[in-house]
């Protein structure tokens, strides 16, 4: 079985960055594609990014291409989640998502989840 644990999500005012961060735990093996997802209230959880295992593609939303980069540190075993301009619709649960499939239309499906960490933007 593996785990998720986030970290980093928090309160920022409208403009401000956050960095978030997941490192897998448990049974785990570094050629996982990884990513992240959120859910605000009310709504369905929707794809954010995904980094496939070497690093060398990302994915993004387009919400959040140009203002969030997603990267990874394999001999950390972590991925992260660099967030930046951001603004209240960005206020949301995010989760880590892990191994699963990335297709070659940058559509992710994951295996594995996170509990989620909340990011609250004030305006």
């Known amino acids: 079985q593996v785990q998720l644990v986030e970290s980093g999500g928090g309160l920022v005012q409208a403009g401000g960055s956050l960095r978030l961060s997941c490192a897998p735990s448990g049974r785990t093996k570094r050629s996982y594609a990884m990513g992240w997802f959120r859910q605000a209230p009310g709504k369905e959880r929707e794809f954010v990014g995904a980094?496939?295992?070497?690093?060398?593609?990302?994915y993004y939303a387009d919400s959040v291409k140009g203002r969030f980069t997603i990267s990874r540190d394999n001999a950390k075993n972590t991925v992260y989640l660099q967030m930046n301009s951001l603004n209240a619709e960005d206020t949301a649960v995010y989760y880590c998502?892990?191994?699963?499939?990335?297709?070659?239309?940058?559509?992710?499906?994951?295996?594995?989840w996170g509990q989620g960490t909340q990011v609250t933007v004030s305006s």
């Open positions: 998502a892990a191994g699963g499939a990335i297709s070659s239309t940058g559509n992710y499906y994951p295996a594995y």
């Open positions: 980094i496939t295992w070497s690093g060398d593609t990302t």
